[in-house]
């Protein structure tokens, strides 16, 4: 009988961080959590967490896209100009129901 090497083999497969991060960001990950104080069972304070990791393809897949129209984040959101327009008409709005008020 000859001793041939056998090979031992593992059920759990090895993945490195880049493998572990790239399946988190394809798949995407959710985390929430709630966070209440209470006093002599009256709620001082309720904090709710929800936190989502996820690719930003992902993400836009979900129909989540803030930043494309956050001006603080995005140039073209700046550049678009609809927030300011959309406030000019706001604010005419407001001076004709003011002028409307004062003058009967």
Same mark, same amino acid.
């Given at each position: 009988?000859?001793?041939?090497?056998?090979?031992?083999?593992?059920? #759990?497969?090895?993945?490195?961080?880049?493998?572990?991060?790239?399946?988190?960001?394809?798949?995407?990950?959710?985390?929430?959590?709630?966070?209440?104080?209470? @006093?002599?069972?009256?709620? @001082? @304070?309720?904090?709710?967490?929800?936190?989502?990791?996820?690719? #930003?393809?992902?993400?836009?897949?979900?129909?989540?896209?803030?930043? *494309?129209?956050?001006?603080?984040?995005?140039?073209?959101?700046?550049?678009?100009?609809?927030?300011?327009? *959309?406030?000019?008409?706001?604010?005419?709005?407001?001076?004709? @129901?003011?002028?409307?008020?004062?003058?009967?």
């Amino acid at each position: 009988m000859q001793n041939s090497p056998q090979r031992m083999a593992h059920a #759990v497969e090895s993945s490195s961080l880049a493998d572990v991060l790239e399946r988190i960001l394809d798949k995407g990950v959710v985390i929430a959590g709630d966070i209440k104080i209470s @006093l002599v069972d009256i709620e @001082l @304070l309720t904090i709710n967490i929800r936190l989502l990791i996820a690719s #930003v393809d992902k993400a836009k897949e979900l129909g989540i896209d803030w930043w *494309e129209t956050n001006p603080f984040l995005s140039s073209k959101a700046k550049a678009n100009g609809k927030p300011r327009e *959309e406030l000019n008409a706001l604010e005419k709005r407001i001076e004709k @129901l003011e002028r409307d008020v004062v003058e009967p």
